[in-house]
Structures are given as structure tokens and as C-alpha cells.
């Protein structure tokens, strides 16, 4: 095998484009000098419209779950009651943030590899009118689900005043969001996938409506997370700790790449890419963990019945380089997951599906190659060469 | 389409491995300091095995057209009958060397996409017996075809003691070359072929038998491209002028790469890609230019009968950033040359035909799809997991 090869196809961190990756290794410079207001300024909006909102989106450096915990820590106080809708290990870790702060958490807990349902949660929220915040992910990660935010959001908005907080970690850059029109109260995402970086910033994009109650919010203990801190530093071009300066200069590269693609296209791509990964797995015979209708298009798990999927991984990784990831929790060696997003195209889910292809021969569970890739090829033809 | 995304499938320069970029990223040393003399001393062995010589190996700051005068200039002088057989382009370039030191050269030609003939070469040496070298192309990278060196060799010695020089540029590294068992006297390759490595570094290495020829050597003008500086220098662990530093560093780590996956794995991958390919067009019907005894390891020439093959390298560039190589001469849009060389797997041929086939839907050449992908995948299955 081939030595320093890797095919990086996990549901994030993902691979980082030459120009991005290039562009972090520019000289440091002064974090209160012009230089970085004047980089800040030319981030911003780019950054807002890949939200869908004309507020500020403050930056931290941070992971995403750092991102998750400023959502908490600055909206409500111990004792609010909030609901984490779970659907997840991502929706799994909201609650924990939330319990962590002794918040009084209401749990609605879906089956892995559904999506949330808009109308439970609205009835909940009727008989439960104390709750001041929603907590739910976009693109639950560990299953391949995305979530029906901008229903949800028009369900909640129908009873409730509750604040809406999503996580969109593994959405924001790769599906549509549109935080205003969906009147979306609190939006988080980190840098390492759809936006092309590596980990290390977390992003946070938060209503005017939500602002109000953040400005009055003096309750929890918090300081590096106090997005109060960012906001009043983010209007100045500037940020209230020392920024994680080689990340935003690949963020200004990454931002650029995204402008001149189009956001319109990179959604596209990111669908065709989910349907040519679905509609390989089918032609295969190997069952997916969701349904066509929750599937996101960042990432696809899949859920095999007679081999173990860890297995097939080994494989993957010993032959081709090809990394894939496992399952989390209880899906722990029930399904693998394969993270198209980022800096990923059709070319290599073509890629991907003809190495797995390969995996399941060597396993013994596939006698018929190219079905896969078959699928695949007429799902990019249908879809972007508007053929056959 | 994703910017800043390319797939280099091009016989060369070939895409360079993470860690031999960052490599090439290390400060500047001293080329006179001791750091330098310990870099080239590091270099030595595992330069000496790829081309299958006890001999010195010298590396010039130039393309490979600089080692190939570099073999002209130092072995012969103006006048010398000299014998270039000419299978493509750069046989030719070989000829047109020899032509401007104002050599007598014979020329054998063959058809574009055939092998040289060593019986015919050994005839035609019989009768011209002041021929002083043959220069010959090892991998014709114009046409994929992989003359038969040692052949070649072989059939020389039993008639003449002509210097057998040879253009190793896109063989050595990912084809077998064994300099002394096969008696070549002089091998050029370059960095941007199967070294992994950015244009810009030439390799020559010499036989005893042609250094006793070459010191003797003064009739030629030329004062950079002198073995004999170089020759000095290298024992000594040094170069007579200042050495190309940062692709020295890359060199060491392409190097170091090639020592962890072995010589005989490499070999190997490059034989089972080419493999792929071949059975891949043949699956897909379109005609190869070369047959499967003379087929290049190293990059494979495709003859199509009912398309413009530069319609489809356009398409291919276009939708999957996929870069392929025309015709060279009267080859031109009459072929398409796909280079499987250096970093470069099994899973980026399964890749390249996939997208291939995209391009031949889309310019209305195909109808069944995966049927290449298909045949290369079998062939992966037989040469590497022994199966079916």
C-alpha cells in the first residue's frame, strides 16, 4: 500500500483544500493590529450568508461543543426549564450540556435514525409552557439524519416563545439554512466540516430576539463562553480573546472557494452526492439507517445485516486508505458512516462506493461489482446532466 | 464544481504526497554546510536501489531533457555514429539532442504505440559497426509503451560495444530497472514521474564502463551539464553547483516512502493499475494504442475510433476536475493518455475510469455504465486479494 495516502471520507474532521491549507500557513499576525480587524471585516459576509442571517456571527476558538455550551450558558439560567429534543449522540450531548448546568431538562428522545417530529414536540410544548428554550440538532451526525428545522421552528413558533437553538455542526455550509427566514434563534457549526478547516472554531449566529434575553442573562457562571463578550467585539471587527489567527486566515480561503462555487451549487452538490450514496447502498442490498426522507446530505449511514461493519472498515483502511467512520453509542459496530461533505465530490463517492465495493468482495459479501457504482453514475447523470 | 479541486491524472508532473510537501517547506540550508553533505549522503542508498545500481546516481538542478544532453554531451563527440531509436516523442527529443552536437545520428524508427526490436537493432548495428551508443526510451511516455530495456541490452552485446544509454524519465521509480544486472551504461529519470516529486531535478546514473569513456571525454562544449563535476562532487557528498535544496528535502521523504511500502510493492501496484486500465477500456470497447506485451506500467494510451478524445478531456475537466493528457505530434486528438504513476492507487484508477464513463454518457459514447469500473475491480480482486 502506498505510504502517506489517505481517502479521509468520516462525517468530519474532513479534508482541507490546498489553497486553505496553504493560506493557514501565512506569517501570524498582531491579533489587536488592523490587519485582523481588516481580516474579520472580510470574513463577515461571507460567514452571514452561509447562516441565512444578517446578524453578526461571532467566532470562537473552540470545537463545536464549545459553540453548543455558549448556546446554553447565555440563554437561560439554572432551574429554566428547556427541552432537548435527542435524536442522537449530538442531541445527547445538548442534554448533558444542559443537565450540566442544572438546568430542569425535558427529554424527547427519538429512535436513532429517525428525525424529530414537529407536532410531538409542538404538543409537548403546549403542555409544558414553562419551557423557555428548544434545544435540537440539524444534521444529527451519528445517524445521517437531518432534522426538519424550519418545521420545527414554524410548529414551536405556533405556541410557544421558547427560544429555537440548533446545532448545526454538520449542516451549515452543506445544506440550506436560512436562520432568519426560519426564524432560527441560536445557530451553531465548527470549522472542520462543511467549512473546509480544520477543527478548532466554533461559530455562533444568534437572533435579535434572542440577544434581549441574552443581555439580561446574568445568572450562570461563564466567561470565555459569555457571547455578550463577542458580540460587543465582533461590532468593533475584533474579538474578545486571542483568535485562533491561522484558522481564520483558512477561513477567509475556505469563504472565497465557497463564493465562487455558490452556495446554491454546494447544496446541490451535497444532494447529488447523498442520492448517488443512497442510491448505491440500495442497489447493493445493504440497508441504510434512515429513511430517503431524513437523510442528510453531509453524511449516509449504513446498516448492514449480515456482516460486521467494523470489519469491512479494516478492510477499507488496510487496501485503499479509506477511512470511514463507525457508530457511536449503541450503534457501535451496527452501522459505518461515510461523511460526504466539505471538500468532497461526486468523483470521489464514485470513489468511495467502488473501494466498498471491493471491501464487501473481500469479506465475502458482495458477488456482483460495479452495481454500486452503477447506481451512482446514473443517479450524477439524472441529477447534473439532466440525462437518461 | 468545487474549486480549488483537480485530479492529476496526467503522465507527469504527478501529484506530490502530503508529507513530501511539507518536507519541501523546511528552511533553506547552508548548500556548502555539513547539514547539506549529511542530506545527500541519506539520499544515496535508496536512489542507487531504485535504479538498480552499486554506481553513484547524480542529481542535476533541471528537467529530465537536461540528464538526457547531459548523457549525450558526456558520452560522445561531434562526428561519433550514434544509433537513437525513436518510438514516440521522446526518442525524438533524443535525435534532436544528438542532431545539435552535430553527431551522425542513425535513427530507427518505429510506429507510435509500438515496442522497439531488438533483433532489428542488433541486424542494423552489425552493419554500422562505428555506431559509438544507442539511446533508447525506456517507458515512451508519448505513447504508454514500455520498450524492453534488457532485451535490448542483451541483443547490443552479443554484436557491438556501443554505450547503451537510456531515458528512464517516466519508468524509473514505479517499473523495474536494473541498471547493473541488465548492463545499462547510462539511465536519466526525473522528479516528477514515479519519484513523487515537483519538475525540477534530473538523475543520471553511469557504468564504470562509461565513466572510463566519459573522462576521457573532451571533444563536446558544455560546462553546467559535466558528469564529471557531478561525479567528483557526489563522492564527496556534494554538487558542483548549488543544488535545487527544497526538492532534495522532498526527495529524502519520497524516498522514505518508498522504502516503507518496498520496491517490489511498487512494482507491483503499478503493474495491478495498469492492469485495471487495460481491462477497464477493453470492458468499455474503446481500442488502446499499444498491445498488453508493450503496455506502459506507468501510463496507458487511448485510441478512440468514434470520438474526439479532447471533446471528452474537456468534459472530464470541467465536471470532475479531472485532468488527463492529449496527443503529442500526429498523435494529437487522436489519443488520450491517462498517467497511473507514482502517488497514485488502484482506488484513483477506479476513480478515473468512473468519471470516464460520465464523460463518454455525456458525450453520448456509452450507455451502460460501470462496466469498466466493473472489469478493473475484477482485476483488482485477482492481482491483490487472489480472488474469483
Known amino acids: 500500500m502506498l505510504k502517506d495516502y489517505q481517502l479521509l471520507r468520516i462525517p468530519g474532521p474532513t479534508p482541507i483544500p490546498p489553497s486553505v491549507q496553504l493560506a493557514m500557513t501565512k506569517p501570524i499576525i498582531g491579533h489587536r493590529d488592523q490587519e485582523t480587524k481588516d481580516l474579520l471585516k472580510r470574513i463577515k459576509p461571507s460567514l452571514k450568508k ?3 442571517t444578517k446578524e453578526e456571527v461571532v467566532i470562537l476558538a473552540g470545537s463545536g461543543t464549545a459553540g453548543m455550551e455558549a448556546a446554553v450558558v447565555n440563554t437561560v439560567s439554572p432551574g429554566d426549564e428547556v427541552l432537548v429534543v435527542v435524536t442522537g449522540s449530538f442531541g445527547d450531548r445538548f442534554a448533558k450540556i444542559c443537565e450540566a448546568y442544572n438546568l430542569h ?22 403542555k409544558h409552557p414553562m419551557i423557555k428554550a428548544v434545544f435540537a440538532t440539524h444534521c444529527e451526525t451519528s445517524t445521517s439524519v437531518l432534522n426538519p428545522i424550519h418545521k420545527l ?13 440548533v446545532d448545526g455542526v454538520s449542516s451549515v455550509g452543506g445544506v440550506e439554512m436560512k436562520m432568519d427566514e426560519w426564524q432560527i434563534d441560536v445557530c451553531i457549526t465548527g470549522s472542520q466540516k462543511a467549512l473546509m ?8 449566529a ?21 457571547l455578550r463578550k463577542y458580540q460587543n467585539n465582533i461590532q468593533q ?27 446554491h451549487n454546494i447544496i446541490k452538490r451535497h444532494k447529488t452526492m447523498k442520492n448517488m450514496t443512497r442510491n448505491a447502498f440500495k442497489a447493493l442490498g445493504i440497508p441504510l439507517l434512515t429513511n430517503d426522507k431524513d437523510a442528510s446530505p453531509t453524511v449516509t449511514a449504513v446498516k448492514p445485516t449480515d456482516f460486521d461493519p467494523d470489519r469491512l472498515r479494516k478492510i477499507l483502511k488496510e487496501k485503499f486508505g479509506l477511512v470511514l467512520a463507525g457508530g457511536q453509542n449503541h450503534l ?4 459505518f458512516r461515510f461523511g460526504h461533505m466539505g471538500y468532497c465530490t461526486p468523483a470521489d463517492v464514485l470513489q468511495t462506493i467502488s473501494c466498498i465495493e471491493l471491501g464487501l468482495a473481500n469479506i465475502g459479501k458482495l458477488y456482483s461489482l460495479g452495481i454500486g457504482v452503477n447506481a451512482a453514475q446514473v443517479t450524477y447523470l439524472q441529477e447534473e446532466f439532466h440525462e437518461i
Do not use: C
Request: net charge negative; no cysteine.
Open 237 to 263: 471587527d475584533s474579538t474578545p480573546f486571542t483568535p485562533a489567527l491561522s484558522l481564520l486566515f483558512g477561513l477567509e480561503q475556505s469563504l472565497q472557494l465557497m463564493e465562487e462555487e455558490g452556495l
Open 197 to 204: 478547516l480544520p477543527p478548532g472554531l466554533a461559530f455562533v
Open 50 to 52: 452561509i447562516f441565512g
Open 153 to 165: 421552528s414554524a410548529s414551536i413558533k405556533e405556541v410557544s416563545d421558547a427560544l429555537i437553538i
Open 332 to 335: 457501535k459496530r451496527k452501522i
Open 206 to 226: 444568534t437572533s435579535q430576539r434572542a440577544w434581549t434575553i441574552i443581555e439580561k442573562n446574568n445568572q450562570s457562571s461563564h466567561f470565555y463562553l459569555d
Open 105 to 126: 431538562v425535558h427529554k424527547l428522545e427519538y429512535d436513532w435514525g429517525k428525525a424529530l417530529n414537529p407536532e410531538e414536540i409542538k404538543t409537548y410544548l403546549t
